[in-house]
């Protein structure tokens, strides 16, 4: 059980959510890690048989709406209690099965547009962008399928990147060690607008072949116009009376009250300028 990606409004330094691709646990086993876990929402995909599920947490700062899912995806509308901020979140767990790659993402890249609201797209995609993501088996075919490429230029969406270590999964194949990044979190323009201060981090692998995929974000920090405060030192300037006198004589229009403000307006800008 291996934690993809995560949306964290982080409160005593436990994520808002959570998202798990190949659980392999039936409904009432992922239940109740997840209640030991603090949780107190989630929805679940069953696994067939012994392999694959889904689960994504929640906790109560967040409520989720779940849209759509199947054995590969969850996709959900959320939306942040607080701020009252509704984002997308899509978890991911692509097929890794050569055979079912194509009519995988030919569905992803047809049903996936792009979204106007703060989009996060995350998981274990079983796909690699670059040549230089996978090291060890068998040779990078140069005329391979961009799958992953193309949904991400269709769904107008970007890698956020990562911090940590650069392989996600690790395995062997024929004997040999293969190592990949087939782990990521992609987000749109929106989301950047909404969180710039987004970054993921790739954490230490713990019992399983993939490892921790954590995203941290913050708001756009809103900055607070200042009070204004006479400051008892420009009693003391020899130009402090001289620039009140200038700035109160300025004629306006309007009532007596309105004519006030004004003027204690010219004031407080000329003190501060």
């Known amino acids: 059980m291996v934690v993809r990606a995560l949306h964290g409004q982080i409160r005593d330094h436990r994520p ?123 040779e990078v075919r140069y005329n391979r399928p961009r799958y992953l490429e193309e949904f991400m230029s269709k769904g107008e969406i970007m890698d956020l990147g990562f911090n940590g270590q650069k392989f996600t999964w690790r395995g062997t194949r024929n004997g040999q060690l293969v190592e990949a990044r087939l782990d990521r979190v992609l987000v749109n323009d929106c989301w950047l607008s909404t969180w710039p201060n987004s970054f993921v981090t790739n954490a230490l692998t713990l019992g399983s072949d993939h490892c921790p995929v954590v995203l941290r974000c913050e708001r756009k920090a809103v900055k607070k116009k200042k009070l204004f405060r006479f400051e008892a030192f420009w009693a003391k300037d020899a130009e402090c009376k001289e620039v009140v006198r200038r700035a109160w004589e300025i004629s306006s229009d309007g009532s007596r009250v309105t004519k006030w403000n004004k003027k204690l307006l010219n004031c407080r800008t000329t003190l501060t300028s």
């Open 16 to 138: 808002s959510m959570i998202f798990l691709s190949e659980t392999k646990m039936k409904d009432h086993r992922i239940i109740g890690v997840r209640r030991r876990m603090g949780y107190a929402n989630g929805f679940n995909v069953a696994p067939i048989g012994r392999a694959g599920g889904l689960s994504l947490w929640w906790d109560d700062s967040i409520q989720v709406e779940v849209k759509e899912y199947s054995k590969h995806l969850i996709d959900a509308r959320c939306c942040i209690v607080e701020s009252a901020v509704v984002f997308r979140f899509t978890g991911i767990y692509g097929t890794s099965y050569r055979a079912e790659k194509e009519v995988f993402w030919r569905g992803m890249i047809q049903n996936f547009n792009p979204e106007s609201s703060p989009w996060i797209c995350g998981g274990d995609f079983n796909e690699f962008l670059w040549d230089h993501e996978k090291v060890g088996g068998a």
